[in-house]
């Protein structure tokens, strides 16, 4: 069974470095999603991607945050800056059809800030 | 104020009972969204509805739109089924992105 692959699994990073966590979606979905989890909350929306473009985000995705889908396979996302409070599991879905439709999890991204 | 509220937080049972997890959401929505996450953090889809009921396996969803409230049922528990269960909703007009309760953590004793 197809499924969305992120990489790394864990990545530790010093306040102030730029980050780029990777993920691998479903080749044939289209609509791909970004969320995060602190550790002990819920998991929140950052952004959506449809069509090379973001189609909607939250007011965490700031100008720190970036996406893009370089290689037209995997979907990226960027953290210029981290903060100490970008430490967060983070997670990319994908689905075929946006709304209606099932989401599928990678595994997660799990990013320590120090 | 969450918009998307479940009970309990945490629900311990015995292996064999009857779960209901229930999700209330205040905004309207095009589908609502059962998720279910391991301990290790990865999370898998168990149901997307709109309405009515669905049913896979030992685990049923219902979602009544008109009073804004989903359950989630697990027939005839097991200790396998130990995770934290999260209730999402698509906010109506979205692109599918997902509003998120805070979960419902059960664990079924042997």
């Known amino acids: 069974e197809p499924e969305v692959t992120q990489t790394p699994s864990h990545q530790v990073t010093q306040m102030g470095q730029e980050v780029i966590l990777r993920c691998v979606p479903i080749s044939n979905h289209l609509y791909f999603y970004w969320y995060r989890q602190i550790l002990g909350q819920k998991v929140e929306f950052l952004v959506s991607?449809?069509?090379?473009?973001?189609?909607?985000k939250s007011e965490i995705f700031d100008d720190q945050f970036s996406v893009e889908r370089p290689d037209g396979s995997n979907f990226t996302l960027k953290i210029r800056s981290t903060k100490l409070e970008d430490s967060a599991m983070y997670f990319c879905?994908?689905?075929?059809?946006?709304?209606?439709?099932?989401?599928?999890f990678g595994p997660g991204t799990r990013l320590t800030v120090l | 104020k969450n918009e998307v509220e479940q009970s309990p937080q945490n629900l311990t049972a015995q292996e064999g009972e009857f779960i209901t997890i229930n999700c209330s959401y205040s905004v309207g929505i095009s589908a609502l969204h059962w998720l279910q996450q391991h301990p290790g953090g990865g999370i898998v889809s168990l149901f997307m509805?709109?309405?009515g009921k669905k049913k896979h396996g030992r685990l049923i969803a219902t979602i009544n739109i008109q009073e804004k409230h989903s359950s989630l049922h697990i027939t005839a528990s097991h200790p396998r089924d130990s995770a934290v269960y999260i209730c999402a909703v698509e906010s109506r007009g979205s692109q599918g992105n997902l509003i998120f309760g805070k979960g419902t953590k059960l664990s079924v004793k042997p």
């Open positions: 879905a994908n689905n075929d059809g946006g709304a209606y439709n099932e989401q599928f």
């Open positions: 991607f449809y069509n090379n473009e973001i189609s909607e």
């Open positions: 509805l709109s309405s």
